[in-house]
């Protein structure tokens, strides 16, 4: 099974960082995302990769190349313009249409999830397959009991709720559901969910990060700090 890296975006609300060069180049204590996220690949079972760029998209192939020094095999599908992560995958069609099924997955994600629950729903015949994780709370929490303040939880794991982790397994018939301009998240997922098409696995326990900000880089170097030395220690 292939594996889909979308890796276009322009990582605006990371700026300066993404001012010369795109999110999935920015550093966790001297390894970029994308690195990271090929080696957790690896982990997987996965060494086929497609990189779906565009925004300073050579930077990438730079340091990519074809792969092998990475021990991957790597494919290219360009946006030659902003195609949005529906847009961006449908770009790739041609170079997944003799796969029956494949990983996707967001350029800005740090984690340890295991993907094969995820490939099995397709395996088994979904359309198509997402990862959730429990909601963290942006902001800490007051403990009041009449009136009381009792105490203060510090940004707690909300387990009542899930929120998309950005990781996805499709069937090769996704490709029809996929606007050719556009977002999965908006505009596929929905119609998907109406069907009851979007199957939903669970990771309560995995550790996840969305670098969305300066302060999910700090907090990515602070809780995979083992992984990340792992890697450097191997380069």
């Known amino acids: 099974m292939k594996a889909v890296i979308l890796a276009g975006g322009f990582g605006k609300r990371l700026r300066p960082l993404t001012d010369d060069r795109p999110k999935p ?29 565009g925004y300073r998209k050579e930077a990438i192939m730079e ?4 792969g092998s020094s990475f021990g991957i095999k790597v494919g290219y599908a360009i946006e030659e313009e902003p195609l949005g992560t529906g847009g961006a995958l449908k770009n790739a069609e041609s170079l997944l249409k ?18 094969s629950p ?19 709370s942006p902001f800490g929490i007051v403990d009041i009991e009449n009136k009381l303040v009792k105490g203060f939880v510090e940004k707690p794991i909300l387990r009542e709720y899930s929120i998309n982790a950005g990781i996805y397994c499709f069937s090769n018939e996704i490709f029809s559901r996929l606007p050719q301009k556009g977002s999965i998240e908006t505009e596929t997922f929905p119609a998907l969910a109406e069907e009851s098409k979007l199957v939903a696995v669970s990771y309560p326990e995995s550790a996840w990060i969305s670098i969305d900000s300066h ?5 990515a170097v602070e809780e995979f700090s083992d992984d990340i030395q792992n890697i450097k220690s191997r380069s």
């Open 25 to 53: 180049l920015i550093e966790l204590d001297g390894v970029p995302i994308l690195s990271f996220q090929i080696e957790w690949l690896k982990k997987s079972g996965l060494n086929e990769i497609i990189l779906c760029i």
């Open 63 to 66: 340091l990519i190349g074809d």
């Open 98 to 115: 003799n796969d029956t099924a494949f990983l996707v997955l967001n350029g800005d994600i740090i984690t340890d999830i295991d993907p």
């Open 118 to 136: 995820l490939r099995q729903k397709v395996a088994r015949g979904a359309l198509s397959s997402i990862s959730v994780v429990p909601l963290r």
């Open 215 to 219: 302060k999910d880089i700090e907090k």
